[in-house]
């Protein structure tokens, strides 16, 4: 089946670097893609939705300039954390959703952040 | 779209039927019901969806109530790997392009 990968699956910073999480999907061209943050005990939080080629639409409440999001490629989205602090910890899931009509729609495995 | 309403948590005996019940008595006609489930510390794996009939796979059956303001999965031998958070959710489509909103779903314990 399909398969969706997360790079890294887990990252530990220092406060005030940047931190990159690329999300691919791997057997299918993912026109919409979906970021998510979960802290411990909690829920997923949609954070933003990315079309190929687009600018992404960010939830109320999240940042745009401090979560940078790219999809350029049919193939590969990315979740830039700039400046991140303690706060930022989470865990960062991302979604993949073609539309082939198939119903493509797969999870990333998640990324586990830890700021110092 | 529609909310649900689940449990919070639930038990299930080992090799046992698990039954998950989920409200969304505000469904409009159009609106598909999803579930899918959380393993600690990964992704969310989707399980099964339906509309109006009752869905089975290969992982779980789906039955959906004639008015279609309840549903219950159903994992017809629950193993210890079912342990889960298991989520409910309401969606305008079928196709895989929209929105997920997540609840705070059920917590399955599938005790040995």
């Known amino acids: 089946g399909a398969v969706v990968s997360q790079h890294p699956s887990w990252v530990i910073c220092k406060s005030g670097t940047s931190v990159k999480i690329e999300c691919r999907s791997l057997?299918?061209?993912?026109?919409?893609m979906f970021w998510y943050r979960q802290f411990p005990k909690q829920s997923l939080m949609l954070m933003a939705t990315?079309?190929?080629?687009?600018?992404?639409?960010?939830e109320q409440g999240v940042e745009k300039d401090k979560f940078l999001i790219n999809h350029a490629s049919l193939t590969l989205s990315t979740l830039t954390v700039t400046s991140a602090h303690p706060e930022d910890s989470s865990f960062y899931i991302c979604?993949?959703?073609?539309?082939?009509?198939?119903?493509?729609?797969?999870f990333g495995p998640g990324t586990r952040l830890t700021v110092l | 779209d529609a909310k649900t309403t689940q449990p919070t948590s639930m038990d299930c005996a080992e090799g046992r039927a698990a039954n998950l019940p989920c409200n969304h008595s505000t469904i409009s006609g159009n609106e598909y019901v999803y579930w899918y489930r959380q393993i600690h510390s990964q992704g969310p794996q989707y399980i099964i969806h339906?509309?109006?009939n009752n869905e089975t796979n290969e992982m779980a059956s789906l039955i959906i109530t004639e008015d279609r303001k309840s549903s219950t999965l159903i994992l017809p031998h629950a193993t210890l790997r079912d342990t889960a958070v298991y989520y409910c959710i309401v969606l305008r489509t079928n196709f895989g392009n929209e929105k997920l909103t997540f609840g705070t779903g059920t917590r399955l314990t599938i005790i040995p």
């Open positions: 990315s079309n190929e080629g687009s600018k992404a639409t960010y």
């Open positions: 057997d299918f061209q993912a026109t919409t």
């Open positions: 339906g509309l109006k």
């Open positions: 979604r993949a959703a073609g539309t082939s009509g198939r119903n493509e729609q797969f």
